[in-house]
């Protein structure tokens, strides 16, 4: 294992003009590709935040007893889609009305009779924002005697839905296309790092050394110049994502997990295009 190190540190010291471009190579490839992701991250990131507003409210019946709405309420809390069941009373409604309405302070001040009815605010689990199982708790709320009434914005969460689906479909096809420029590209850069040390492999496939002992150090050199290229693509797309987040709009930028894992793609990406170039290099010499 010391001998593969050596191998591969003297290989960054024969060539650094080539290895540093491999490395720079590398990471704008990545470059590239994280700022797709990182669009991604803020395109699902405000889908999540629209998608906090999907709720069914039912709305009660006036005269019904508390305790029978407190009783449905503890039974609905138990629906496995709901996160949670608040009881808005009229006055409430009516409370809420005039602060968020400041527009018809007038006629609410000349009320004589409060019009609002008390509601049952049902909030989904994330999992369960969307128009299907929206429509299947409402139909649910409506079986309930005092339930005069269920509204959860049918069209709107319909419409919600279909931007997911188109986000998700984009982002598919447009991700795989961007992985694939960068795999291309890797896998040519580093293939351009095995074939600088063509003449150094024919040598040692002369004095016997094996399939092997050659790839070893070939896979470390692409594993370090994929780590180096995508911590390099990482601190590129923290540049750009500072620069939108202060002069443009509010963003996002990866979580800790996702740039872990995005350094450890670099370093697989590597790691693979080495695996391929070396290959066939060898079963060409």
Not at 58 to 85: K, L, M, N, W
Not at 222 to 228: D, R, T
Not at 243 to 264: K, P, Q, Y
Request: with cysteine; aromatic share 8%.
């Amino acid at each position: 294992m010391n001998l593969v190190v050596r191998e591969t540190l003297l290989a960054f010291r024969r060539a650094p003009l080539l290895s540093a471009l491999s490395v720079t190579t590398i990471a704008f490839s990545l470059f590239v590709f994280g700022l797709f992701g990182l669009v991604t991250v803020n395109v699902q990131r405000v889908m999540g935040s629209v998608a906090e507003r999907v709720e069914v409210v039912a709305y009660v019946r006036r005269g019904t007893p508390i305790e029978t709405i407190t009783v449905a309420a503890a039974d609905i809390q138990a629906f496995p889609e709901v996160e949670s069941v608040t009881h808005v009373s009229e006055e409430a409604a009516l409370a809420r009305a005039r602060r968020e309405l400041p527009e018809f302070r007038d006629i609410f001040q000349d009320l004589e009779a409060n019009p609002l009815p008390a509601s049952l605010e049902v909030r989904l689990k994330p999992e369960f924002r969307d128009a299907r199982h929206a429509t299947l708790v409402a139909e649910r709320l409506r079986g309930f005697d005092f339930v005069d009434d269920v509204r959860y914005g049918s069209d709107w969460v319909a419409k919600l839905d279909h931007l997911r689906n188109i986000a998700g479909a984009v982002g598919v096809v447009v991700g795989a296309a961007f992985a694939l420029v960068a795999v291309i590209i890797i896998g040519t850069t580093i293939r351009m790092a095995v074939l600088h040390r063509g003449h150094e492999i024919a040598i040692m496939r002369l004095v016997g050394a094996t399939d092997g002992f050659v790839r070893r150090p070939f896979l470390l050199d692409g594993l370090i110049k994929g780590l180096l290229g995508g911590a390099l693509a990482l601190l590129l797309c923290y540049g750009a994502y500072a620069m939108v987040d202060a002069w443009l709009l509010r963003a996002d930028f990866f979580t800790t997990a996702e740039s872990l894992a995005g350094v450890a793609a670099g370093g697989l990406l590597g790691l693979v295009g080495s695996l391929v170039s070396i290959g066939r290099h060898l079963r060409s010499v």
